[in-house]
């Protein structure tokens, strides 16, 4: 069974930072990510990274604020915010992808206030 353990949002003032994890269980994936979903718009890619060789890839509204990061040994993936702005405020959802299908944690929070 697969699963994706998302920790780290919360509350956070502008310009400050927050560290997101996921850690993943039950299968092996050839990339995991982060997206996120603000009230009232769509899904939204964030970053994704690949687990053999580390690619690496970023919205254009994240880059050079945001750093995704893994650990193999822990199958744990890492988001760092930095300089957060009120248009960062939304859930995110860890992501996962196998040969087998695409696979999503529960949601984690973050909410960057003015």
């Known amino acids: 069974q697969v699963q994706l353990i998302e920790s780290g949002g919360g509350l956070v003032q502008a310009g400050g930072s927050l560290r997101l994890s996921c850690a993943a269980s039950?299968?092996?994936?050839?990339?995991m990510g982060w997206y996120r979903q603000a009230p009232g718009k769509e899904r939204e890619f964030v970053a994704t990274v690949m687990w053999s060789g580390g690619g690496i890839n970023y919205a254009y509204s994240v880059r050079g604020r945001f750093t995704i990061s893994r650990n193999n040994a822990k199958n744990t993936v890492y988001l760092q915010m930095n300089s957060l702005k009120p248009e960062d405020t939304a859930i995110y959802y860890c992501s996962a992808r196998s040969g087998l299908g695409d696979y999503w944690g529960q949601g984690t929070q973050v909410t960057v206030s003015s």
């Open positions: 039950g299968r092996a994936f050839n990339s």
